[in-house]
Nanobody, 122 residues
Framework: QVQLVESGGGSAQAGGSLTLSCTTS?????MAWFRQAPGKGREGIAS???????GYADSVNGRFTISKDNARYSLYLEMNNLKPEDSAMYYC???????????????????WGQGIQVTVSS
């Protein structure tokens, strides 16, 4: 079993920035960030692997940056130029096995954090 703990959420004004962090209880090669707004399904937004490869959903590409610190068992999400539609519960996820490539498919991830709220006001 793997424990994931997110931190860094909160409130921001539109156009502002926030950075999320996620720490795992052991080394994980493939990780991702997801988010879920009220009344909507969970959306994969960014993924990273142990080699430095990254992938993004169109909705955040160019505004969000994912990074992974293998030595610290940590994953980060730097969010810039935030929009009100970015308001959601954000989840860190870890894969139980090697995926071969970065992925933002929910089914590829076995372990999930408890979620952290991000609220962006206009």
């Amino acid at each position: 079993q793997v424990q994931l703990v997110e931190s860094g959420g909160g409130s921001a004004q539109a156009g502002g920035s926030l950075t999320l962090s996620c720490t795992t209880s052991r080394y994980i090669s493939y990780m991702a960030w997801f988010r879920q707004a009220p009344g909507k399904g969970r959306e994969g937004i960014a993924s990273a692997d142990h080699l430095g490869n990254t992938g993004y959903a169109d909705s955040v590409n160019g505004r969000f940056t994912i990074s992974k610190d293998n030595a610290r068992y940590s994953l980060y999400l730097e969010m810039n130029n935030l929009k009100p539609e970015d308001s959601a519960m954000y989840y860190c996820a870890a894969a139980a096995r090697g995926l071969g490539a970065v992925s933002i498919r929910q089914g590829d991830y076995a372990y999930w954090g408890q979620g952290i709220q991000v609220t962006v006001s206009s």
